[in-house]
C-alpha cells in the first residue's frame, strides 16, 4: 500500500526505487519513509508478520538519529541483524530501509544507491556538502526492538592501537553482533551527501559523556525540562482523546505522523533539547487533534447515515440547524488548534440523531399529508416514501403507497420476460355463499381485508420463461407434442420446483418473488367480483375458459397462455381452467370470522389433513363448477402432473 505525506516526495522517485529494489538479487523487503519517519512505501515480504508498522518505522528512523549523533558524516548503514541485513541508505528527502539475505550482495546494492543517490543530489539546491567520511569504521548501537519506545543510541568505544586494544575491541564487537546489531557505515566518493539528521541520543550510564550539541549549548531563556514537560502532557492528552475516537483506524495518517513525531521528542528530551523537543510535541499534539476531530466528524456521518438521515440536509428541521450550526463551531475551533473543545462539540451533536429522526419523520409526514390534501398525490408520494426510508412500519406510509403508487391493472416486466399486474389492496368475501351452484361445504365465508398491493404475473409461467430464469428446460411429465411449446404454461412441477423457480428469479431481480397465499390468489382471481366466475356470469364455457366441456368443442389439452377467454377487469388470464396453480398455503380449514392478511398454516405439524398443498383454478381436465373463484383443490406437494403449474407474485415493498 502507498501513502503519500511529502509532497516534494515525487512518484518518479519512488518508482525508481521500487524498480531497483526489484532488480536487485536477495532483496525481501523495503520500506522508504520521509525525514520524519512517515512510510511512503513499503513491501515488507517476509517481514511483514514480524513488524508493527509504527514501531519498525520509529525503531529505524531512531536508528539513523542516533548514528548521525556519533557520526554525522555517514549516510549508508549496514545492519547485521538475526539471519540477515538491513541495509539503510538516504537522500535528501528520503530514508530508505533494503531487508536482505545475508549472503546478500550488499556491494551491488550500494553501488546501485550510489548512481540513484548522485542523480538525485544534481537537483539539489541546498549548498549543503558533507566532508568525505571514512570507511568500514563500525558503530555500535544500545537498542530497545520493540514496543512505543523504540530507541537506538551510539555505544562509543575507546580506540587503541595496542594489539590488547585491538583483541577487546574485536571482542566487545562479537559480543554486540551476538548479542544485539551492529552497523557499517560507508559513503561513496564525491557523492553528494543530504542534510545532516538532528543529534539525537539516548542517555546511558554505560555510554561515555557526549559533548552537547549547538541546541544543547545554547539553549533558550526559560526552556526547562519542566516546560517541555508541559508541552509533552499536551500531546498526551491529545493522543488520548484520539484513540477514544478510534482514531486509529478512521485517521490512520494524522495518527502514524503523530506518533512518528512524539517518539522524535522524546529522543530530544532525554537529550536536553528541550525547545526541539516542544517544537515536536507541539506538532504531535496538532497531529492528534486533527486525527481526533476527523475521527469524531466520520463518527457522526456514520450515524447520520445509519439513522437513514440523507434527507436531513434538503428538509432541515429546526435541530438539524442547530446541529449544522455546532458543527461550524467545531471546525472553527479545530483551526484555530482547540481540538479539545472541537471533539467535545462534535461528539455532542451525534447524541442529537434520535431526535433529529423523529422530527425529520414528523417533517416529512407533515409534508405528505399538506400534498395529500391538495389532491398532489406525486408529492404525497414521494414524501411517504421518504417516510418508509425512516420507518419501515409506518402503517399511515404504507397505507397510502399501496393505494396510489399503482392503478389497479397496471404492470411492469421483468428481466425474465414475465408481465405482472398490479393487485390493489381492498376487502372482499372470500368463499361462497351458501345458494352458489356445485358449493363446497370448506368453501365458508369470511370478510378478508388486503391491507398491501402486490404484483402477479399476468399468466402461467410458460416454458420458455422457466428455461430462461432456471438455465434448462423442464423435464415434463407428458412428452407429447401438444404439452410442449415455448408459449405453453410450464407443468409437471412440485410445489417445490415452483419454489425454486421464484427463489431464483429472486436472485436475478433482487427482489423478492414466491407463491401467492391462498387469499391473494382469490382476491386476485375475482378482481372485485363476487360470482362464481370473474366474467360476471353464473356460468362458464369453453369459449370463455380453457375447461373440459361434455359437448366436445373444448381443447382437451394444455392451450398457450392467454389464447382462450379474456383477462379479468385486473389483467389477469386463465384464472379459470388451463392448468390449476400452486399456491403458498397448506391444506386446512378457514378459521372463522373476518381476517386481514391471512397466510394460512406455518406447516402440516404431522397432521394428515395438513399434509396437502392448496391448489387453485381448475384445469383443461376438470368440470367449470372445479374452475369457480371460490373452488379449493388440493394436492401432495411432491406430486408433479401434466395440468397442475403455478404464477408468482412480487412483494410490493421490494419496488
Known amino acids: 500500500m502507498t501513502t503519500w505525506n511529502d509532497c516534494s516526495i515525487s512518484i518518479m522517485e519512488l518508482n525508481i526505487v521500487r524498480d531497483l529494489l526489484g532488480k536487485t538479487k536477495g532483496v525481501d523487503g523495503y520500506v522508504v519513509m520521509d525525514l520524519s519517519g512517515a512510510v511512503l512505501t513499503q513491501n515488507l515480504g517476509t517481514y511483514a508478520n514480524h513488524f508493527k508498522r509504527t514501531e519498525f518505522a520509529t525503531w529505524i528512523l531512531n536508528c539513523f538519529y ?57 537537483s539539489d539546491t541546498s549548498g549543503v556538502v558533507r566532508d568525505k567520511s571514512k570507511k568500514g569504521e563500525t558503530v555500535f548501537l544500545k537498542i530497545s526492538e520493540t514496543g512505543a519506545g523504540a530507541t537506538a543510541s551510539p555505544i562509543p568505544q575507546k580506540k587503541s592501537g595496542s594489539p590488547a586494544g585491538l583483541i577487546i575491541g574485536g571482542i566487545v564487537a562479537l559480543c554486540a553482533i551476538i548479542g544485539g546489531v551492529a552497523f557499517l557505515m560507508t559513503k561513496p566518493k564525491d557523492a553528494a551527501a543530504p542534510p545532516p539528521f538532528p543529534s539525537v541520543t539516548q542517555k546511558s550510564t554505560n ?48 495518527m502514524a505522523r503523530a506518533l512518528a513525531t512524539n517518539q522524535s521528542a522524546i529522543q530530544l528530551f532525554n537529550a536536553s533539547s528541550y525547545q526541539e523537543a516542544i517544537d515536536l510535541w507541539n506538532q504531535s499534539a496538532a497531529a492528534y487533534g486533527r486525527a481526533a476531530v476527523t475521527s469524531s466528524e466520520k463518527k457522526l456521518n456514520t450515524a447520520i447515515d445509519e439513522a437513514g438521515l440523507a434527507e436531513i440536509r434538503n428538509y432541515p428541521t429546526p435541530l438539524w440547524i442547530s446541529v449544522e450550526g455546532a458543527i461550524k463551531e467545531a471546525r472553527s475551533a479545530a483551526d484555530q488548534g482547540n481540538y479539545t473543545n472541537a471533539v467535545q462539540m462534535t461528539v455532542e451533536q451525534t447524541k442529537k440523531i434520535p431526535n433529529l429522526k423523529q422530527q425529520l419523520l414528523a417533517q416529512l409526514t407533515g409534508l405528505a399529508v399538506k400534498a395529500a390534501n391538495s389532491n398532489n398525490t406525486s408529492a404525497a408520494l414521494g414524501f411517504y416514501e421518504k417516510v418508509i426510508a425512516l420507518d419501515s412500519n409506518n402503517a399511515v406510509a404504507k397505507a397510502y403507497i399501496y393505494r396510489n403508487r399503482f392503478q389497479p391493472g397496471e404492470t411492469l416486466t421483468n428481466s425474465a420476460g414475465i408481465t405482472l399486474v398490479y393487485i390493489p389492496p381492498g376487502t372482499f368475501n372470500r368463499g361462497s355463499p351458501e345458494n352458489e351452484a356445485y358449493r363446497d361445504s370448506d368453501e365458508t365465508q369470511a370478510t378478508i381485508t388486503m391491507t398491501a398491493g402486490f404484483f402477479m404475473a399476468a399468466t402461467e409461467v410458460t416454458q420458455e420463461q422457466w428455461e430462461k430464469v432456471m438455465g434448462q428446460r423442464m423435464r415434463m411429465e407428458d412428452s407429447d407434442a401438444d404439452f410442449i411449446g415455448r ?50 356470469k353464473d356460468r362458464l364455457t369453453s369459449q370463455d375458459a380453457n375447461i373440459y366441456d361434455p359437448s366436445g368443442e ?60 392448496i391448489v387453485r383454478g381448475g384445469s383443461f381436465i376438470d368440470d367449470a363448477n372445479l374452475a369457480r373463484s371460490a373452488n379449493r383443490s388440493e394436492a401432495s406437494p411432491v406430486v408433479a402432473n401434466s395440468y397442475t403449474g403455478f404464477r408468482p407474485t412480487l412483494v410490493f415493498s421490494d419496488l
Open 66 to 122: 542516533a548514528v548521525d549523533s556519533y557520526y554525522p558524516q555517514a549516510f549508508c548503514l549496514l545492519l547485521r541483524y538475526a539471519s540477515g541485513c538491513l541495509y539503510l541508505t538516504r537522500t535528501d528527502n528520503q530514508l530508505i530501509t533494503v531487508m536482505c539475505h545475508r549472503g546478500a550482495d550488499v556491494l551491488s546494492i550500494e553501488n546501485a544507491f550510489s548512481k540513484y543517490r548522485h542523480a538525485m543530489a544534481k
Open 487 to 536: 408459449s405453453l404454461p410450464v407443468h409437471s412441477i412440485t410445489w417445490e420446483q415452483a419454489n425454486q423457480f421464484c427463489r431464483r428469479l429472486s436472485e436475478l431481480e433482487g427482489k423478492t418473488y414466491r407463491l401467492p397465499t391462498e387469499a391473494e390468489w382469490e382476491y386476485a382471481a375475482r378482481a372485485g367480483t363476487a360470482g362464481p366466475y370473474n366474467n360476471g
Open 207 to 254: 555510554s561515555q559523556p557526549q559533548p552537547p550539541s549547538l541546541s544543547q549549548a545554547i539553549q533558550p531563556a526559560g526552556i526547562t525540562e519542566s516546560t517541555a514537560a508541559i508541552a509533552r502532557d499536551h500531546a498526551a492528552a491529545l493522543a488520548k482523546i484520539a484513540n477514544q475516537q478510534e482514531a486509529t483506524d478512521l485517521a490512520p495518517m494524522d
Open 554 to 613: 373444448g381443447l382437451d389439452t394444455v392451450a398457450a397462455v392467454a389464447s382462450v377467454g379474456q383477462a379479468n377487469d385486473w389483467g389477469l388470464y386463465d384464472m379459470h381452467g388451463n392448468v390449476s396453480e400452486w399456491t403458498a398455503d397448506w391444506s386446512a380449514a378457514y378459521p372463522e370470522g373476518p381476517q386481514t392478511d391471512p397466510q394460512g398454516p406455518i406447516d402440516s405439524d404431522g397432521r394428515v389433513d395438513l399434509a396437502m398443498k
